[in-house]
């Protein structure tokens, strides 16, 4: 199917193992996100990567990890899971990194008990 | 089908005009509304609406709510250049952390 998918769409893990959250889009868009999204803030940057093999942190990078080996993936991996990464995780893709729209996920919700 | 749709898709202003952007949603139990405005590399948080008829101000923005009509605008006075960019619209569910956006506003300002 055509768009940005995101999976799993619920996870739920124990403090300290490592996770990864998958992002695949379909329209061969350059640029990818990894946002999360917490009650009482907006969307907040972890990562981007602007192409394959180029990534770079966003507002709060500290915790996860991302590649982009190939255009059409962009998983975010959570290396060691903490309680204060329970939250909503949002990809995103677009043509370009400004201009125009940002396509979005479904979302995947993690908790870390 | 739970729903977000912003108007114009797209608007063309000059420096120094005022800019009213809309978002309507058809959406069940609806908890907030969000504004973000997108330019360069990703999209930034501007308000988060939970109740009608308070208006959320920052700066040359403003933002307010009508739960009855189901929908939100956003207005931006003095337009300036740097207000070119995509605004969009996102409607949190409630229970579900879930969020659906609008396909957004490309507003373009030239001087």
């Known amino acids: 199917d055509a768009g940005i998918t995101q999976s799993p769409r619920y996870k739920i893990t124990e403090t300290g193992r490592q996770v990864t959250l998958m992002c695949h889009q379909t329209w061969s868009h350059s640029y990818m996100f990894w946002y999360r999204q917490d009650l009482g803030h907006g969307l907040r940057l972890i990562y981007y990567?602007?192409?394959?093999?180029?990534?770079d942190k966003g507002e709060v990078p500290d915790g996860y990890v991302v590649s982009r080996s190939k255009t059409e993936n962009f998983p975010l991996t959570l290396e060691s899971a903490t309680r204060s990464q329970t939250s909503v995780y949002f990809c995103?893709?677009?043509?370009?990194?400004?201009?125009?729209?940002?396509?979005f996920g479904q979302g995947t919700r993690l908790t870390v008990v | 089908e739970d729903k977000v749709v912003q108007s114009p898709l797209s608007l063309v202003v000059h420096e120094g005009d005022t800019v009213t952007l809309n978002c309507s949603y058809e959406v069940t139990n609806f908890r907030s509304l969000l504004w973000y405005k997108q330019e360069k590399k990703a999209p930034t948080f501007l308000f988060m609406l939970?109740?009608?008829?308070i208006e959320k101000k920052s700066g040359r923005l403003s933002s307010i709510l009508d739960k009855k009509e189901l929908f939100s605008i956003l207005n931006i006075t003095a337009t300036q250049t740097g207000d070119s960019a995509i605004y969009l619209c996102a409607v949190e569910y409630y229970n579900t952390d879930k969020l659906i956006f609008g396909t957004g506003t490309r507003l373009q300002v030239f001087p």
């Open positions: 995103a893709s677009s043509e370009s990194g400004g201009g125009t729209e940002a396509f």
């Open positions: 990567s602007a192409a394959a093999d180029i990534t």
């Open positions: 939970t109740s009608s008829g």
